[in-house]
Nanobody, 123 residues
Framework: QVRFVESGGALVQPGGSLRLSCATS????????MAWYRQAPGKERELVAS???????DYTDAVKGRFTISRDNAKNTVYLQMNNLKPEDTAVYYC?????????????????WGQGTQVTVPS
């Protein structure tokens, strides 16, 4: 079973930057795409960004122009560079994968979730 280990979260002031990392236990190339999700207190988990094996990226409108998702297939790691952070970015961030193009189109991630990494941007 694949395992996701997220890291890099921290408390950062508004306007600051962070880079999150997600190390996987297996080859991320086995999945059609990788993704970052986040869950803020009292809210449902939401998709933040995704990247396919071919490098096609997609972002939720709230982070476009500020966040960048990338992947290093050799290291089986996915990154999320977050710039110009805002208080509304405060959440636990998780990574996940889409096993197939069909799951990607439906935005249906794997059932397994890691422990996530906390990002806090005070207001």
């Amino acid at each position: 079973q694949v395992r996701f280990v997220e890291s890099g979260g921290a408390l950062v002031q508004p306007g600051g930057s962070l880079r999150l990392s997600c190390a996987t236990s297996g080859s991320i190339f086995a999945f059609f795409a990788m993704a970052w999700y986040r869950q803020a207190p009292g809210k449902e988990r939401e998709l933040v960004a995704s990247i396919t094996n071919g490098g096609v990226t997609d972002y939720t409108d709230a982070v476009k122009g500020r966040f960048t998702i990338s992947r290093d297939n050799a290291k089986n790691t996915v990154y999320l560079q977050m710039n110009n952070l805002k208080p509304e970015d405060t959440a636990v961030y998780y990574c996940n994968a889409y096993r197939s193009v069909g799951d990607y189109r439906k935005r249906l991630p794997l059932d397994y979730w890691g422990q996530g990494t906390q990002v806090t941007v005070p207001s």
